[in-house]
């Protein structure tokens, strides 16, 4: 026998309103809910509540909710190859200047020595 929807549904106190709020997964509250049995039971009596359209409309709205957790879970990944990178090439470029330094500094010293050995 199918659940009936009340049109009306209980109103839900503010705790379970916000447990509900992070269940579902509303971008205004990010935080993960802990999920054991009181949560749930606050969470799937939220649900009970919904027509089956707005139950199909949550079902999609979580997917939604986990895609862009997940997706800013690859932006982080990537974000860190990222650095890795420019740190990687940061030393490159030290590296590269320390050695164009070196040569500058050979080079100094050969024409310092060509002109005291002219002098001389």
Known sequence: HKP??????RPASFEDDDIFDR??????N???EE???????VFLQ???GLSHDSLCHAVRYKEAVYQRKRTRVEMAKREIEETSKLHTLLHSISHDTD???AMAERERNFFMRMLVDRQA
């Not at 009936?4 to 549904?9: E, G, L, N, T």
């Open 4 to 9: 009936y929807h009340h049109p009306y549904p």
């Open 23 to 28: 269940m579902i997964g509303r971008p205004c």
């Open 30 to 32: 990010d935080k993960l």
């Open 35 to 41: 999920m054991n049995q009181s949560t749930t039971d």
């Open 46 to 48: 939220g649900l009970n």
């Open 99 to 101: 050695l164009e330094a």
